[in-house]
């Protein structure tokens, strides 16, 4: 009777919420997917634990940003009484500091640098990344993120880095991805075999897999645009936001690309920034924040042109060249692209 009493007990809990899988930590399924990658020697492999390592002391500041601000009202300082930071800036410093400690990388485009940072000439690998994208939803709590595109040199590793390395087609990228530091923080990334998203799991400090084989569905309802620019859009682009309306579709846009992307990736929609008055190349910057979203959207299943161009063909001429950027559902991105924009 005993016996039988704890077997129930055993059962129950084994189906409980405490005793469920915990999953696949992010570290595992770097590991078990290294070989897919066809210079599998496990340098993007520690990358991609550097990025991850770096988003999460990222992850950790800005979840105190509120409280800094209130320790700064209060007059308390650092230890070392040095003025706070701005949290873009810190971020910036944060995933400098863990690519040049992990040596695979030969140079680093930053939104927050003018110039490339050389940062090792053993490095096999250059990254662009945008820091902490979306920073001015920073102060009012709204969801932001980091967006980071990885390409291999085109020169031997040891000698001094070139343009050709720097200036490569977002067609080249050899891995892409992106943090939303959100209701929860997830990291999402390809090597060009799909997309998987993994969600943070702050007491055990580890990321989890929580979207495997990613999929933006190919048609879809939401359309996320700065409509307050519209007086400085082209007729066509003008034109489609009518046809959105027709649809009725939703109109949603956050202002912050990582977060406003990751909700169409996974309910289907479009985010469009188009050329504008003040910007007649469009805002985005092509090389850390178009191309490794249109990287990720291709590999779900989206698309992403500048209107008429995929985005992953366009040559780049300088670090921070700008484009127009239509994102999202294949279908979707299709008929924008059939009003001209
Ligand atoms: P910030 O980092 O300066 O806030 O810019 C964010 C961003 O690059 C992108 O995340 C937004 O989608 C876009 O700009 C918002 O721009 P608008 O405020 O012009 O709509």
């Known amino acids: 009777m005993q016996r039988s009493i704890n077997k129930a007990n055993a059962t129950s809990i084994e189906s409980s919420r405490i005793a469920q899988s915990i999953g696949f930590t992010l570290d595992r399924f770097i590991k078990n997917n290294q070989d897919q990658f066809q210079y599998a020697s496990g340098e993007l492999s520690q990358l991609l634990r550097d990025i991850a390592l770096a988003s999460k002391v990222v992850n950790r500041e800005v979840n105190k940003a509120g409280l800094i601000d209130i320790m700064g009202a209060l007059g308390s300082q650092n ?63 709204v969801s932001i993120g980091t967006i980071f595109s990885i390409y291999r040199r085109k020169t031997s590793p040891g000698t001094p880095i070139q343009h050709i390395d720097i200036l490569q087609k977002g067609s080249e990228q050899v891995a892409a991805g992106y943090v939303l530091y959100g209701s929860s923080t997830m990291l999402v990334y390809t090597t060009g075999h799909g997309v998987n998203g993994f969600t943070y799991e702050p007491s055990l400090g580890e990321y989890f897999l929580s979207h495997p084989n990613l999929n933006m569905p190919d048609d879809g309802k939401i359309y996320s645009i700065n409509e307050g620019l519209s007086d ?28 406003d992307f990751h909700r169409n990736m996974l309910k289907g929609g479009i985010y469009i920034y188009p050329a504008t008055a003040k910007d007649a190349n469009g805002k985005l910057r092509l090389m850390y924040e178009c191309n490794a979203l249109a990287f990720i959207a291709e590999q779900a299943g989206g698309k992403a042109t500048d209107g008429k161009v995929r985005i992953l063909d366009i040559e780049l001429k300088e670090l921070h060249q700008r484009t127009a950027f239509f994102v999202g559902s294949k279908n979707m991105v299709d008929q924008a692209q059939s009003f001209k924009p």
């Open 232 to 259: 400085s859009f082209s007729n066509g682009v003008r034109s489609y936001i009518q046809y959105c309306k027709q649809q009725r579709y939703t109109a949603r846009y956050i202002g912050s690309l990582v977060a």
């Open 79 to 141: 230890t070392a009484g040095d003025n706070q930071q701005k949290l873009d800036v810190l971020a910036n410093i944060r995933f400098t500091r863990a690519l040049a400690k992990g040596g695979e990388v030969c140079a680093l485009v930053s939104e927050e640098s003018e110039s490339f940072v050389d940062l090792s000439n053993d490095g096999k690998y250059v990254i662009a990344i945008d820091p902490l994208d979306g920073s001015s939803n920073i102060d009012v709590n």
